[in-house]
């Protein structure tokens, strides 16, 4: 059984070869709930999924990604990740992010997103 370490260093490396769908549907509980900053809590992977689908369509220039910081506790971990990308809607986007993560049965239960925007 790979420890949480490991399994966020693999969602990591995911994210980097460019599969993040792939990390998700790797390593996503199927009851999760992912919230970004205040904004109202989005329950289920067949939401969070579609929701991840739209985000990746509409980015038309992907410049960087690259995680700064991990940390790993008792069924959490936390990564700051830098992105800069240009999206559709949002425009040139150049920030750091905060993704906590609780684990439940060695996936991810729970995500919330910290970022400025």
Same mark, same amino acid.
């Given at each position: 059984?790979?420890?949480l370490i490991?399994?966020?260093?693999?969602?990591n490396?995911?994210?980097l070869?460019?599969?993040?769908?792939?990390?998700?549907?790797?390593?996503?509980?199927?009851?999760?709930?992912?919230?970004e900053?205040?904004?109202?809590?989005?329950?289920?992977?067949e939401i969070?999924?579609?929701?991840k689908?739209?985000?990746?369509?509409a980015i038309?220039?992907?410049?960087?990604?690259?995680? %700064?910081?991990?940390?790993?506790?008792e !069924?959490?971990?936390?990564v700051? =990740?830098?992105?800069d990308?240009?999206? &559709? @809607? %949002?425009?040139?986007?150049?920030?750091? !992010?905060?993704a906590?993560?609780? =684990?439940?049965?060695?996936k991810i239960? &729970? @995500?919330?997103?910290?970022?400025?925007?």
């Amino acid at each position: 059984m790979k420890t949480l370490i490991e399994k966020i260093s693999t969602i990591n490396d995911m994210i980097l070869q460019g599969n993040s769908l792939e990390a998700f549907e790797a390593f996503y509980h199927d009851d999760v709930v992912i919230q970004e900053n205040d904004n109202p809590e989005c329950i289920g992977k067949e939401i969070n999924r579609k929701r991840k689908q739209d985000f990746f369509a509409a980015i038309t220039e992907f410049r960087c990604a690259k995680p %700064l910081n991990l940390a790993v506790g008792e !069924q959490t971990t936390m990564v700051e =990740w830098y992105f800069d990308y240009t999206h &559709k @809607e %949002l425009g040139v986007k150049n920030f750091t !992010q905060v993704a906590v993560q609780n =684990w439940k049965d060695g996936k991810i239960i &729970k @995500e919330k997103l910290y970022y400025e925007s």
